[in-house]
């Protein structure tokens, strides 16, 4: 059974959202290098074999461009952040025109290029 859960519907609602908008050109994060092998095929028929993973491969057909990568956790500070607070709002999609001041303090480190400590 794959192990990447919940975050490959993340996934899969942001490339819906992405295709909505218009986006041709998209580069999709996570911290889960399970859900990135099995994005870029690269994973076992077992952990692959996921109807959601399909799904995100048929909506990611239609990008002209479009890479997944794994990033550490550290290095997603913001989606952390905005994970976090949507859990404040009540259930239900909500768009986000710019980024709220707390985030846009963390795009500012990665622009940056700030390091954060990684505890083990």
């Given at each position: ?6 975050r ?47 799904r ?8 002209q ?56």
């Open positions: 059974m794959p192990s990447h859960g919940g490959s519907l993340g996934v899969l609602y942001g490339l819906r959202i992405a295709r909505e908008c218009g986006v041709t050109k998209l580069l999709v994060e996570s911290d889960s290098k399970t859900l990135i092998d099995a994005l870029r095929g690269e994973a076992s028929e077992q952990e692959s074999g996921c109807n959601i993973i399909w995100c491969l048929r909506e990611a057909e239609i990008m461009e479009l890479s997944f990568v794994h990033v550490l956790r550290e290095g997603n500070k913001v989606v952390d952040f905005l994970a976090r607070e949507a859990f404040t709002h009540q259930v239900g999609f909500r768009a986000l025109t710019e980024a709220p001041d707390e985030a846009q303090e963390l795009i500012r480190h990665d622009q940056m290029g700030a390091a954060f400590v990684r505890y083990m």
